[in-house]
């Protein structure tokens, strides 16, 4: 194996590292923690793709499809929990607060979390105010302000990225960042959205 083998194998098993530890912050709720290791974790994906490229480009290797993270190499698998697989995240709305109900592998429950009405028009103010051509980083919208002036915790921008995501009016872009469905991105559109999410606690 040459050197830039050897480095992209590296890399890539360093961003499958990171991931994992991302999951599983998320799931202890340490948004923080996600909030500081997400750009890095952005970062080294940038790299490894340019990495590649210049490879393929020199020559130097035949396929990058041996070289992407071992997630991707190893044969896939029977998820042991198909059903809650394909059940989590769920989204539902108690009041004026979007709920996302998730599943924790490690504790092998439910759990939630919340963030007002407020907080998810400042994020979907503070995307649309965006307005960059290759979409745009979490780390260069926090921290968000509501209306009033007060700062919105990270989590609930997380929260609220991660619902527009389920509806795939925001969609990553493979680098650590997102891309826009500004036809969909509107406050009526959204509007329409939150009008429709199920009510917390109602049977399913």
């Not at 194996?1 to 890539?12: F, G, P, S």
């Not at 998320?26 to 790299?47: F, H, N």
């Not at 793709?49 to 993270?69: F, I, K, M, Y």
């Not at 092998?108 to 965006?130: D, I, L, N, T, W």
Request: net charge positive; charged share 35%; hydrophobic share 35%.
């Amino acid at each position: 194996m040459d050197a830039v083998r050897q480095a992209l194998k590296i890399l890539c098993e360093s961003e499958d590292a990171l991931s994992a530890l991302m999951r599983e912050a998320l799931e202890e709720q340490k948004y923080r923690d996600v909030a500081l290791v997400a750009p890095i974790t952005g970062s080294l994906r940038e790299l490894i793709s340019s990495l590649q490229v210049e490879s393929s480009e020199n020559g130097r290797v035949e396929s990058t499809g041996d070289l992407t993270p071992a997630r991707r190499r190893s044969a896939p698998r029977k998820p042991k929990r198909s059903v809650r697989r394909h059940e989590y995240p769920r989204f539902e709305r108690d009041g004026e607060r979007l709920v996302k109900i998730g599943w924790s592998r490690k504790k092998k429950e439910e759990y939630e979390h919340r963030a007002p009405k407020e907080a998810v028009s400042a994020f979907v103010a503070a995307v649309g105010q965006a307005d960059l051509p290759g979409g745009f980083r979490m780390d260069t919208l926090l921290p968000l302000k509501d209306a009033t002036g007060e700062e919105v915790p990270s989590y609930q921008a997380y929260l609220a990225l991660a619902w527009l995501r389920s509806l795939d009016i925001i969609t990553g872009d493979g680098k650590g960042g997102y891309r826009i469905d500004k036809t969909r991105l509107t406050p009526e559109s959204v509007e329409g959205e939150w009008k429709g999410l199920r009510r917390h606690g109602q049977q399913r």
